[in-house]
């Protein structure tokens, strides 16, 4: 893979930065990928290499390049860094992919001077980035230089692509609408800024088990002229950790000598991060968590998420006290209309059923047991399916299909033993 032709361009709202996207060992076309904001930020805005580097590398990996190579100087922090994260999707996600070369231009590149140090952090209105947002600010007096300053609000991530084309740009100005009076509570400034390179690869899994923290850190890194530190909300909790795409081992990897990337709150579990919430009213009243974009409002109501975020708040008594999804309650009916998919979601229901059967809410907590002891039911079958196909496998491999025909050979004389 080669990254060429970094440029910054004027654009009528603002600035972007490009840079094209060659790949030279997996039959993909060739792309353009790119950072934009608006007029405001625009003098914040740089072509940075690092930024195309860190959003490269992953799918280098995935796809099998064997080589990541950018006629730019790169910081020797990043780049060890870079090496160290790579070593960890290798480790989780299979030893048989093969290292991506890094190939840059010689020498070191300088960290650019900056008056003072300035921290930011990424804002999507969910739970995570608000918990993060509002830890910080309980936290640091406003002159303290971890005290956050700036918060991302990135356009492409889960709003599609690009901002202001069809109806995207509808919900982009809601959710960012919605995020305002919130910044200027906190009293942050609100970055809004677009970009493409998700859509390097739009499959879901990859985005979340090995993508989503250097597509965070590929966008600060964007904004390493204004910015020194940026904070990425942790989505689990120290106890529910596993290897995924943003993760207190991988996130720091992404950092420079320009800008140091911050794998925030894993200390707290969800309904921690929730009770953190609870007293910040003008929080509640603009809480985005549903990805579902549905039109003219910021949560559906009936997804997964909206349901257990509806929960969760529920359990802090503050489901009533806001006005950002259709009902103000939650009924046995809509929990169960919601299906586990995943370990994961698995734990953050679990969480609730205490909580809520103290509130005396048993029929929920009953719901709860039931939705979750049917997901464990349907991994168990996942696995012991798995099991055997790994057997079958291995049989046809190693043995020419032996056992499967000896097994065979059997059930056909029980059965014939069976009619006698």
Not at 60 to 71: F, K, M, N, Q, S
Not at 78 to 106: C, H, I, Q, S
Not at 233 to 239: F, H, K, P, Q, V
Request: charged fraction near 30%.
């Amino acid at each position: 893979m080669r990254i060429e032709d970094l440029r910054l361009e004027r654009t009528a709202a603002g600035a972007r930065a490009v840079a094209t996207v060659i790949w030279e060992d997996c039959d993909r076309p060739t792309q353009e990928i790119y950072f934009e904001t608006e007029e405001e930020f625009a003098q914040d805005l740089s072509c940075n290499p690092h930024a195309f580097l860190i959003a490269c590398l992953p799918l280098a990996l995935r796809h099998g390049e064997a080589r990541v190579a950018i006629r730019e100087e790169v910081c020797p922090e990043l780049r060890n860094g870079l090496l160290t994260a790579m070593a960890f999707l290798r480790a989780w996600y299979g030893l048989d992919r093969k290292p991506v070369r890094l190939e840059t231009k010689e020498g070191a590149r300088l960290p650019w001077p900056r008056a003072q140090e300035r921290a930011g952090s990424f804002l999507s209105g969910g739970v995570d980035s608000l918990a993060t947002l509002r830890a910080n600010r309980l936290d640091y007096p406003p002159n303290h230089p971890r005290a956050i300053k700036d918060c991302l609000l990135v356009h492409g991530f889960d709003i599609g692509g690009r901002a202001g084309l069809g109806p995207e740009q509808e919900t982009f100005a809601r959710a960012r609408a919605s995020l305002l009076p919130i910044a200027r509570d906190a009293g942050v400034t609100l970055i809004p800024l677009s970009t493409n390179i998700r859509h390097l690869d739009d499959e879901l899994h990859f985005w979340e088990d090995e993508y989503v923290g250097a597509a965070l850190a590929a966008v600060a890194h964007a904004f390493a002229r204004r910015l020194s530190v940026v904070s990425i909300a942790s989505s689990l909790d120290a106890y529910h950790l596993k290897p995924s795409g943003t993760h207190p081992l991988l996130d720091p990897n992404y950092s420079s000598a320009d800008l140091q990337i911050r794998h925030d709150n894993v200390r707290f579990s969800r309904l921690d991060k929730v009770r953190l919430l609870a007293d910040w009213d003008v929080a509640l009243q603009n809480l985005r968590v549903c990805t579902m974009n549905p039109p003219g409002k910021l949560n559906c109501g009936r997804c997964e998420k909206c349901i257990r975020t509806m929960l969760e708040l529920l359990v802090v008594d503050k489901l009533a006290s806001t006005e950002v999804f259709p009902t103000r309650d939650v009924s046995a009916e809509m929990v169960a209309g919601i299906e586990i998919r995943d370990a994961m979601i698995d734990s953050f229901f679990r969480e609730l059923i205490g909580p809520l059967q103290a509130k005396g809410r048993a029929d929920l907590a009953k719901v709860i047991e039931e939705k979750s002891a049917q997901f464990h039911r349907y991994q168990a079958w996942v696995e012991e399916r798995d099991w055997k196909g790994a057997i079958k496998r291995w049989d046809r491999k190693y043995l020419g299909s032996s056992l499967f025909k000896a097994y065979k050979a059997l059930r056909e004389r029980a059965r014939g033993n069976a009619t006698a």
